[in-house]
């Protein structure tokens, strides 16, 4: 009997422990990137929400400079001071170069006025600059930074411009015309914030009731898509709201599940809206001819819906494949090209995973090659097409295990392919599929290309700079960026890297000295 008073006892007084740091400490089993759980105190809860809320109020209190004007990426930039820690609730700074590092409210306001301003703000045009970052990993979704950055990259790691907590979530940013868009988990709400890409502060933002909880990580997960002064949201529980990227106005609204009578996938909505000609394209994997919809992008009227194919997590992208202009699209069972006019099916090649996942965006190769990959229990394989009256034929060139981009994607640099192959970085022939190296571990981070150098940004949060050369793998530098679990992709525009996880947020100066 005492033995078993005991055990009950120390029975209740384990659930006592762990109620409490359930509730009052967030911990919880995470999945990470190579899906076994793991005990983490997560911030999602109301002490992180509670930091931000005072950075937040703290940086709307403080004096505002006008937004600072982007410098061309070919500009001269000052060398930039480490900036202090800051406590909880001081205003995010742009760190100045000849004044002590600002961290309070009114330093933070001297830093800002002291940034370079445009005669009148840019914000509110209707076109981005060439070195905008528009779309999910750019402009054309395939990772590349056109304009230079630095590549000397000091020993000890480059120092933020500036860095500041954030709401939680896996979206990345977007950028056009100084401005910085995205998309959060704060309490209870899912909140698309506009950011002064210069110095960080907050700008506008627009919310709805909306939270997304799962064992991977909360939040939303589709990066915003900016299109001709207007941002396209898409929550991660199919909430696809249209706003005027310089006010955060409302132009219209619609979830996109509810009006296409689709389930969320189980790891919620990821699929960054994509704008083309008239039309947004969304993904909600609606039976009955809805799983690939086109909505006229200025009303949200239905123009056509296709297909009834379950969806996966890759955003759709537009591109010329044989000298035909099409969507292209990658759902739970297969990747495929369609009309832009219509949805018509021009070509379908099947492309299974374990569990339907896929969530690798697709690289074009010359005129009419596109390559494919999956994490899974899957690989890659570039597929050609060839024009055959209204349609394509297609045949496989190479397939193989070599390259498996779980939920992060390759990059293509003079004839070779770079990627992570699950957590471990890659280089492979785009011709043959032949390996040429493998090498160094990120974890299942993600990565863009920029000057012939990759910048890895890590699942543990570093920053990463890699050669991207077929010869070896060749890291250049290597520095702690953020703190926390990192699958968010990097965002460059106007020579600045931007990073964010579900903790923090922060800039980084790569213009070229």
Request: net charge neutral; aromatic share 6%; glycine share 10%.
């Given at each position: 009997m005492r033995l078993l008073k005991g055990l009950t006892v120390l029975i209740a007084g384990g659930a006592a422990i762990l109620a409490i740091l359930y509730f009052g400490f967030g911990l919880r089993l995470v999945r990470q990137g190579s899906g076994m759980p793991w005990p983490e105190f997560t911030r999602a809860g109301t002490a992180h929400d509670l930091?931000?809320?005072?950075h937040r109020a703290a940086q709307k209190a403080a004096p505002s400079a006008p937004e600072s004007a982007p410098k061309p990426a070919t500009a001269e930039a000052s060398p930039v001071v480490a900036p202090a820690p800051a406590p909880a609730a001081s205003a995010a700074v742009a760190v100045s170069p000849t004044q002590p590092d600002p961290?309070?409210?009114?330093?933070?306001?001297?830093?800002?006025?002291?940034?370079?301003?445009?005669?009148?703000?840019?914000?509110?045009?209707?076109s981005a600059g060439s070195n905008s970052w528009t779309d999910f990993r750019g402009p054309r979704r395939d990772?590349?930074?056109?304009?230079?950055?630095?590549?000397?990259?000091?020993?000890?790691?480059?120092?933020?411009?500036?860095?500041?907590?954030?709401?939680?979530g896996y979206a990345s940013f977007v950028e056009a015309n100084g401005r910085l868009f995205t998309i959060e988990q704060r309490r209870d709400r899912e909140v698309v914030a506009s950011y002064d890409a210069a110095t960080g502060r907050e700008l506008w933002t627009h919310d709805w009731r909306a939270s997304y909880r799962d064992s991977t990580g909360d939040g939303p997960r589709a990066t915003p898509t900016w299109h001709e002064g207007r941002i396209y949201a898409l929550g991660?529980?199919?909430?696809?709201?249209?706003?005027?990227?310089?006010?955060?106005?409302?132009?219209?609204?619609?979830?996109?599940?509810?009006?296409?009578?689709?389930?969320?996938?189980?790891?919620?909505?990821?699929?960054?809206?994509?704008?083309?000609?008239?039309?947004?394209i969304v993904l909600p994997g609606g039976p009955g001819g809805k799983s690939v919809v086109a909505y006229h992008k200025d009303?949200?009227?239905?123009?056509?819906?296709?297909?009834?194919?379950?969806?996966?997590?890759?955003?759709?992208?537009?591109?010329?494949?044989?000298?035909?202009?099409?969507?292209?699209?990658?759902?739970?069972q297969r990747a495929m090209g369609l009309t832009i006019e219509d949805g018509r099916l021009l070509w379908e090649r099947d492309w299974v995973t374990d569990y339907g996942v896929n969530a690798s965006q697709p690289i074009v190769i010359g005129d009419n090659r596109l390559f494919l990959s999956a994490g899974y229990g899957h690989g890659a394989a570039v597929i050609e097409l060839t024009p055959a009256g209204d349609a394509f034929t297609m045949r496989t060139i190479w397939s193989n295990n070599r390259m498996k981009n779980k939920f992060t994607s390759s990059v293509l640099h003079e004839g070779y392919i770079y990627g992570?192959?699950?957590?471990?970085?890659?280089?492979?022939?785009?011709?043959?599929?032949?390996?040429?190296?493998?090498?160094?571990?990120?974890?299942?981070?993600?990565?863009?290309?920029?000057?012939?150098?990759?910048?890895?940004?890590?699942?543990?949060?570093?920053?990463?700079?890699?050669?991207?050369?077929?010869d070896a793998h060749q890291e250049?530098?290597?520095?702690?960026?953020?703190?926390?679990?990192?699958?968010?992709?990097?965002?460059?525009?106007?020579?600045?890297?931007?990073?964010?996880?579900?903790?923090?947020?922060?800039?980084?100066?790569?213009?070229?000295?």
């Open positions: 930091k931000l809320e005072q961290s309070t409210p009114a330093q933070a306001a001297q830093a800002a006025e002291a940034a370079p301003k445009p005669a009148a703000s840019a914000a509110s045009g209707a990772g590349h930074y056109q304009g230079a950055i630095s590549t000397a990259w000091p020993s000890d790691g480059l120092r933020p411009i500036w860095k500041q907590p954030i709401g939680v991660a529980q199919g909430d696809l709201h249209v706003l005027d990227a310089r006010t955060g106005t409302l132009i219209w609204q619609k979830n996109i599940l509810e009006d296409n009578g689709a389930r969320n996938l189980s790891w919620g909505m990821a699929a960054s809206p994509l704008i083309v000609d008239d039309k947004v009303t949200g009227a239905r123009v056509w819906s296709v297909l009834d194919d379950r969806q996966a997590y890759t955003a759709p992208m537009v591109a010329t494949l044989a000298g035909k202009r099409q969507l292209i699209v990658v759902s739970a992570l192959d699950e957590a471990i970085l890659a280089c492979m022939d785009a011709a043959t599929g032949e390996l040429k190296w493998k090498g160094g571990r990120y974890g299942y981070g993600q990565l863009v290309l920029a000057s012939g150098h990759l910048i890895v940004a890590t699942e543990d949060g570093d920053l990463a700079l890699v050669k991207a050369s077929p250049v530098a290597r520095f702690k960026a953020i703190e926390g679990k990192t699958w968010n992709h990097p965002a460059i525009a106007d020579g600045r890297l931007f990073v964010r996880n579900a903790d923090e947020m922060a800039a980084f100066d790569l213009r070229p000295r």
